[in-house]
């Protein structure tokens, strides 16, 4: 497996459910990636997603849950745009322990879920930390199987 380290893992960015189709289709556009869906209904969220390209679009669902009401909060303070930046951490817990020494916010683990179609790509492992500049950063300790990101030698 394979991880980033002190680098940045991937982006999400939010989108309001109605734009969600179009903010899909345009990204897909411009970057010339394909986002595969993926959803909780318990949770309240939609998404789609690139593990290959770091690219995350998520958007809440209309009912109201403990996960999505940080999403519609966000929605309805600053819009659709960047969300999230998940940045690679070689150990979460203590990385954690860190931002909470320095007196900063961490929060809950948030892990692979039973069933989801990208654990046979990915090991997630995540906790949001503090916001930066209007967006929040994300502690992330994700393991990668070794064909899912493409690398080039170059000389």
């Keep these: 497996m394979k991880k980033f380290i002190n680098h940045i893992d991937h982006i999400t960015w939010i989108s309001r459910p109605e734009n969600m189709a179009a903010n899909v289709a345009q990204l897909e556009q411009v970057s010339g990636v394909k986002l595969e869906p993926y959803g909780s209904e318990e949770m309240g969220f939609s998404m789609y997603l690139s593990w290959e390209a770091g690219m995350e679009i998520?958007?809440?669902l209309p009912h109201r849950t403990p996960f999505n009401e940080a999403l519609h909060a966000r929605l309805e303070q600053q819009g659709e745009g960047v969300y999230a930046v998940v940045f690679g951490v070689d150990d979460l817990e203590?990385?954690?322990?860190?931002?909470e020494a320095l007196g900063l916010p961490v929060g809950p683990l948030m892990e692979n879920q039973p069933g989801t179609s990208w654990t046979e790509k990915v090991v997630v492992r995540e906790r949001i930390g503090p916001d930066v500049m209007n967006t929040s950063f994300v502690l992330g300790q994700l393991d990668y199987r070794e064909d899912v990101i493409t690398y080039i030698d170059v000389e």
């Design 58 to 60: 998520i958007s809440p």
């Design 94 to 99: 203590a990385h954690r322990q860190r931002l």
